[in-house]
C-alpha cells in the first residue's frame, strides 16, 4: 500500500476508535452511576430516609435498572434483607436472598437459573460496598429463554467458580466495534480510491505523455473532481510554439536568465538623468600590436562583462589603468577611447603609471600585502612603507581623474572595484559630497585578528566608510569586516542592519555575490581549442579519452604545486590512468612583480617537466604547461574542450574559474572539482569536494571524474549550470547598482 493510503487508512481507523471510545467511556459512566448507592437524603422526600437515602431514591434506582432489557425485576435489599427498593411486573416480590449468597463484594454478580411463570430466568446477585464492606445486596431477574438451560448454567457456574477480571465498558465496546470500525475504514478507503487517487494518477499519466509529445484525449475525472473537470479546459496536445528547453529551465529556477539586454534595458530609465563611473585596476578593453597593426583586445574580466550594458545605457565611463602596449595610441588628448571599438557606447579614461608606481601600489601593497591577508594562503603577507606611499599616491592619482570626469553630473554613481582602491572612497568624498558611491571588495575579507597584521588598519577602514556600500561575497565577509570595524574604528554599529555611522554618515555594508555571464542559449560547443602548441596537442588520439583544466595565476604557484602533485599520485596509485589523463595547466601571468613571476613561473616548469619524464610516453604528456596570455573567449574554447576542471584554491570568494567552467558550452558533461575552502563548494554542491593539502584524496577526486558514469555527469552538470544560472553577473550588476543609485 503507497504511503498515502496507509495514511488515510490510519487516519479514519483513529477517527473512529477515538469516536467510539467516547460513547463507550459515556455509557461505562452512565452504568457506574446508576449502580452506585444514593447517598444524601432529598429533603421534602415523605418516605423516611435510610442510610442509603430516601426509599423514592432507591426506588428510582431500581426502576432505571428495570426499565433495560430483558430484565424482569429488580430489588435492592439491605445486608439485613430489608428491602430498600422494589420494582417488578410480577405479582409478587422477588425473595430476599439469603444472607450469604456465596458472592464477595469484590466479585462479579453471581445467582442460580431458576423457572418464573414457566420461562427460564436468571437471578444474579450483585454485593454492594461502602467503606470497602458489604452493606447492601442488588438482585435483577432476566429472561433467559433466548438461551439454552445448559448454557446458561454453565455460565453461571464458570462465574462463580473461576474469579477473572473484569474489562472495563469502553475495552468491551472496543472489541465488540472492531468489525464495523475495520468495515467502514476499507469502505472509506475504497471510496477514496475510486473517487479521488484513480482520477488524480490518470490526470498526472496524461500530463507526463503531454510533456513528451504525445498528443491525448484529457482524462475523465468524475465524482468528486468533476467540478474541477468542468471549470478547467484541459488541452489534448502542446501548442507548437511551446516553451524551448531553456525556458524550462529557467521556469524551474524561478526567473528568466539574466542578459546583457536585459540590463541595458532596466538601467535605460532607471539611470536617466544620471551617469555611473566605474574604477578598476584592469581595463575592459586594452590594444596592443600584433606585428604592426593595432589590435583590440578584451581581457577576460567577469567585472567588465557584467558592467560594459549599464554603462552602456547611460553612456558611463570606466576608468582603469591603461596597460596595453599600443594604449597611448588610441586615446585623445583626454587620454580617453570609445568603446567596444566595433560599437562604441561607453567612454574608457585611461589613467598612466609609472614602473615605481606599479610596483609599490599593484605588486606591492596590493597583491603583497592585502591579498595574501586576506586569502589566508601559503604566502606571508608582506608590508613596506615604500609600497603603501606608492599606493596612496596612486589612489591619489585616479581621484584626480573620476573627479575630471564627474564635472558636470549631478549626484553621480561611482563604483570602485577591487582591493587596489580602498583610499579612492575617502578622496573622492572630500571633493564631491553628492556623489554616491559603492566599493566591491569580491576577495573574503580576513578575521579582526588578521587584518589587525596591516600597519594602516585604520587608514585603509576610514577609506572604504566614506562609500554609502561596502559590498563582499557573503554575509559571513560582512560580519568579518564590522569586526574589524568594531574593534580599529570609533563608530556606532547597528548589527541587525549591518550599518555603520559615524562623522554623520552611515555605510551599509551588504553582500551582493558576483558570477559569471551565462552564454546564449543555443550557444554552439566549440570544437577548435587555443592555437598554443602545448593544448593543441589535446588533438592527438592518446589525449582524448579525459582532459583536465586547471586555470590560475602564476602568483599561485603553490596552488598549481599542489594540482600537479595530485596528477602525480594519480598516475603512481593506478596505472590504468596513464595515457587516459591529461591535465592542461594555464599559468596566467599577473598579480607578481616581473622578477617573482620568473621565479615562480620556473619553478612550476620544474616540476611540470619532472612528472613529465617519470609518466610520459612517446605521444602523451600527463602535465601540458602555459604560461601565455589567453583571451576570454581562448580560455572559454579550453572549458568547453575539459572533462573536468580543477580549483583548489586554498580561499576564494568568486570561484570565477568554476562559474566560467560550469557555463561554457552547452553539452553538459564535464565534471567540477572543488576544495572545501573555496567558496562555491557552499552552493555549487553537485561538485567533488577534495582537501587541496591531500594529494591522494585530490587523486582519488580526479579517478572518479574519470571513471564517472555519462549520465551521472550529466545529471551533475546540469543542477550546477541550473545554479549558475540563477545567478548571473548581469544580475549581480543589477542588484548593486540599484542599491547605489536608492543610497
Not at 579525459?546 to 596528477?567: H, K, P, S
Not at 610520459?616 to 602535465?623: A, E, F, H, S
Request: hydrophobic share 40%.
Amino acid at each position: 500500500m503507497k504511503p498515502s493510503r496507509r495514511f488515510t487508512v490510519v487516519a479514519l481507523s483513529g477517527l473512529a476508535l477515538l469516536t467510539l471510545v467516547t460513547w463507550s467511556e459515556v455509557q461505562a459512566g452512565q452504568v457506574t452511576a446508576q449502580l452506585s448507592l444514593p447517598s444524601p437524603a432529598v429533603p421534602g422526600d415523605t418516605a423516611p430516609a435510610g442510610r442509603y437515602g430516601s426509599a423514592a431514591q432507591v426506588g428510582a434506582v431500581a426502576r432505571s435498572l428495570a426499565a433495560r432489557d430483558r430484565v424482569s425485576a429488580v430489588a435492592i435489599y439491605d445486608i439485613d434483607g430489608t428491602p430498600l427498593g422494589v420494582r417488578s411486573p410480577f405479582s409478587t416480590n422477588p425473595s430476599a436472598p439469603a444472607a450469604k449468597t456465596g458472592c464477595e463484594s469484590a466479585n462479579p454478580a453471581c445467582g442460580p437459573v431458576v423457572i418464573r411463570s414457566g420461562s427460564p430466568s436468571s437471578v444474579p446477585v450483585k454485593p454492594l460496598a461502602q467503606n470497602r464492606s458489604p452493606s447492601a445486596v442488588l438482585t435483577t431477574i432476566r429472561d433467559a429463554s433466548a438461551v439454552s438451560r445448559a448454557a446458561v448454567a454453565r455460565s453461571v457456574i464458570a462465574r462463580s467458580t473461576a474469579p477473572r477480571n473484569d474489562q472495563s465498558p469502553w475495552m468491551r465496546a472496543l472489541w465488540d466495534g472492531a468489525a464495523p470500525i475495520l468495515l467502514i475504514a476499507l469502505c472509506t478507503v475504497g471510496a477514496i480510491q475510486l473517487t479521488v487517487l484513480r482520477p488524480l494518477a490518470r490526470t498526472a499519466q496524461w500530463m507526463k505523455e503531454l510533456r513528451a509529445g504525445q498528443p491525448a484525449a484529457p482524462p475523465k475525472l468524475g465524482g468528486l473532481l468533476h467540478p474541477i473537470e468542468t471549470e478547467t479546459a484541459l488541452p489534448e496536445s502542446l501548442p507548437a510554439d511551446a516553451a524551448t528547453e531553456e525556458d524550462v529551465e529557467q521556469s524551474e529556477a524561478g526567473e528568466s536568465v539574466w542578459t546583457a539586454e536585459r540590463l541595458r534595458a532596466i538601467f535605460q530609465d532607471h539611470l536617466a538623468g544620471t551617469r555611473l563611473f566605474v574604477v578598476s585596476s584592469r581595463e575592459p578593453h586594452e590594444h596592443v600590436y600584433r606585428g604592426k597593426t593595432i589590435t583590440p583586445l578584451v581581457p577576460a574580466s567577469g567585472v567588465a562583462t557584467a558592467l560594459e550594458p549599464i554603462l552602456s545605457s547611460c553612456d558611463g565611463t570606466w576608468i582603469a589603468h591603461g596597460s596595453g602596449n599600443a594604449d597611448r595610441q588610441v586615446v585623445d588628448e583626454r587620454d580617453c577611447v570609445r568603446v567596444p571599438s566595433e560599437n562604441p557606447r561607453y567612454t574608457l579614461r585611461r589613467v598612466w603609471l609609472t614602473s615605481e608606481e606599479q610596483q609599490g601600489y599593484y605588486f606591492g601593497f596590493a597583491n603583497e600585502g592585502i591579498w595574501p591577508l586576506c586569502h589566508g594562503g601559503h604566502t606571508q603577507p608582506l608590508f613596506r612603507g615604500v609600497d603603501w606611499e606608492q599606493y596612496r599616491l596612486v589612489n591619489q592619482k585616479f581621484a584626480d581623474a573620476v573627479l575630471e570626469e564627474m564635472q558636470g553630473t549631478e549626484q553621480p554613481l561611482l563604483l570602485v572595484h577591487d582591493h587596489q582602491f580602498a583610499l579612492l572612497p575617502g578622496l573622492v568624498r572630500a571633493a564631491r559630497p553628492d556623489a554616491r558611491i559603492a566599493v566591491f571588495w569580491p576577495m573574503p575579507w580576513p578575521s579582526a585578528d588578521a587584518f589587525g597584521r596591516c600597519p594602516w588598519q585604520k587608514e585603509v577602514l576610514h577609506g572604504l566608510l566614506n562609500a554609502d556600500i561596502v559590498s563582499f561575497q557573503s554575509r559571513a565577509h560582512c560580519a568579518s569586516f564590522l569586526r574589524s570595524v568594531d574593534r580599529a574604528v570609533e563608530c556606532r554599529i547597528d548589527w541587525e542592519r549591518f550599518t555603520v555611522s559615524r562623522e554623520n554618515r552611515s555605510t551599509a555594508v551588504r553582500p551582493h555575490p558576483i558570477n559569471v555571464a551565462v552564454p546564449a542559449p543555443g550557444h554552439p560547443r566549440t570544437s577548435a581549442l587555443p592555437a598554443h602548441e602545448s593544448v593543441a596537442t589535446r588533438t592527438q588520439p592518446r589525449l582524448t579519452s579525459a582532459l583536465g583544466i586547471g586555470v590560475n595565476r602564476i602568483g599561485d604557484a603553490t596552488v598549481i604545486l599542489e594540482r600537479f602533485q595530485a596528477v602525480e599520485c594519480l598516475l603512481a596509485t593506478y596505472p590504468a590512468c596513464r595515457g587516459a589523463f591529461t591535465l592542461a595547466q594555464l599559468a596566467v601571468p599577473d598579480r607578481s612583480s616581473i622578477t617573482r613571476q620568473q621565479d615562480l613561473l620556473a619553478e612550476v616548469e620544474i616540476e611540470a617537466e619532472r612528472i613529465n619524464r617519470r609518466f610520459q610516453t612517446g605521444t602523451w604528456k600527463p602535465i601540458l604547461l602555459s604560461s601565455k596570455e589567453q583571451g576570454l573567449e581562448d580560455i572559454r574554447k579550453l572549458y568547453e574542450a575539459a572533462d573536468a576542471c580543477l580549483v583548489p584554491a586554498s580561499h576564494d570568494g568568486m570561484d570565477p574559474v568554476a562559474k566560467e567552467f560550469v557555463a561554457a558550452g552547452d553539452d553538459e558533461d564535464g565534471v567540477l572539482i572543488l576544495t572545501r575552502f573555496a567558496g562555491g563548494s557552499t552552493t555549487l554542491r553537485r561538485a567533488l569536494i577534495a582537501d587541496p593539502h591531500d594529494p591522494g584524496q585530490l587523486a582519488e577526486r580526479l579517478r572518479t571524474a574519470i571513471e564517472m558514469p555519462p549520465d551521472e555527469r550529466r545529471s551533475r552538470l546540469r543542477d550546477l549550470r541550473r545554479v549558475v544560472r540563477e545567478h548571473t553577473v548581469y544580475r549581480w550588476a543589477s542588484e548593486l547598482v540599484s542599491d547605489l543609485a536608492e543610497a
